[in-house]
């Protein structure tokens, strides 16, 4: 706790350098900032016609863990002192001690703004390289993970991912070969758990097919393990995440992914009411756990509302409105006076939008 709390006092003081030459395109670990603010920068570098048509997606390899200590220690604008305390700290794992040569403290509060301080000035060093080429050249960041758009794959091979191998092995830490790759904007690429990519010359963001699966097959798994709850129990632990899930894609073209998922969650629900009543028809399951509005079936329970019965009802995902995202300004932190009034009113906007459901319903 002790540590911790030395963490969080330094990282009060480190906290406003961080985010003065932090790259004004990097997302991860930043206050007021999120991926839709990422995924934002990704459109507006790919959508027109003109824009960049080739994409550098990459990835840090174990990023937090291969930190130089030397490098961290020698450009941190921190106590000596403490900083190598916690670099050299060391951890236990099953009841074995365990040296740290490299990499930040496991766990401590204070590790994402090390990451941000050490990968400061990457974008800084692509317009470098844009202005020499003469190219289109635009650079996205969120933590470890970053895309960069450029109007040919030779300047991306040949100039880009050379000068960011460097960059890199001077602070410890190498590019992911298996998760960087060079795509045309054609074929699209996943970022984030969405992926981008033109149709016939249109940028479409949409929900990656491979997050869909992944969250389809975690709520099947979770409606299997709950076939003898009760059904406001089940509808309690499904709700926060199918809001938070619809949520997080709301912003991009996700109508049709929503409407497919929520088609699916309705046929996980029908095979547990089924397998809960196998001697019950199929009639009788319907008019117990299902309301028929308008010709759309759903899930529902009841709860007591002052003395009153009144209906529990699964989140309909296919309901959920689409409004495209506003980017935060790149130069925008909340320790510039300046930008104090412009992020009150993100914030109070963001707070309006997020109303749009049942606020009963969303405290259960």
Request: net charge positive; hydrophobic share 40%; glycine share 6%.
């Amino acid at each position: 706790m002790i540590d911790r709390a030395q963490q969080a006092l330094h990282l009060t003081a480190l906290d406003p350098v961080s985010e003065t030459i932090a790259d004004p395109n990097s997302y991860g670990f930043r206050p007021n900032r999120s991926t839709a603010d990422a995924i934002a920068q990704c459109f507006k570098c790919l959508c027109k016609k003109g824009s960049a048509q080739w994409v550098l997606e990459g990835d840090i390899k174990a990023c937090f863990d291969k930190i130089g200590h030397q490098w961290l220690i020698d450009n941190i604008q921190l106590d000596k002192r403490m900083l190598k305390q916690w670099l050299k700290c060391g951890f236990i794992d099953k009841g074995l001690f365990y040296k740290t040569a490299e990499g930040t403290p496991q766990g401590g509060i204070i590790s994402p703004t090390l990451m941000l301080l050490t990968l400061a000035g990457l974008e800084q060093l692509v317009k470098s390289i844009a202005r020499k080429t003469g190219n289109k050249i635009n650079f996205i960041g969120y933590a470890d993970d970053f895309v960069i758009t450029g109007t040919s794959k030779e300047v991306l091979t040949n100039e880009i991912k050379p000068q960011l191998i460097h960059f890199l092995q001077e602070r410890g830490l190498t590019l992911s070969e298996e998760k960087t790759h060079i795509t045309h904007i054609n074929d699209g690429f996943d970022f984030l758990g969405f992926n981008v990519r033109k149709y016939n010359g249109k940028l479409l963001i949409k929900p990656s097919k491979s997050n869909v699966l992944s969250f389809l097959r975690n709520m099947r798994e979770l409606i299997r393990k709950h076939l003898t709850i009760p059904v406001n129990d089940l509808i309690k632990i499904i709700n926060p995440k199918l809001r938070g899930w619809a949520n997080y894609y709301r912003h991009c073209v996700a109508k049709q992914v929503f409407g497919y998922v929520g088609h699916q969650i309705f046929l996980m629900l029908w095979r547990w009411a089924i397998r809960r009543h196998p001697n019950k028809s199929r009639h009788w399951i319907a008019r117990k756990y299902f309301l028929n509005r308008k010709g759309q079936w759903q899930f529902h329970g009841w709860q007591k509302i002052a003395n009153m019965d009144c209906l529990f009802n699964l989140v309909q995902i296919a309901h959920t409105p689409i409004k495209r995202h506003v980017k935060i300004r790149g130069a925008a932190t909340p320790y510039d006076p300046q930008y104090e009034a412009y992020l009150s009113k993100r914030k109070l906007g963001k707070e309006c939008r997020n109303t749009w459901f049942n606020p009963v319903l969303a405290a259960l």
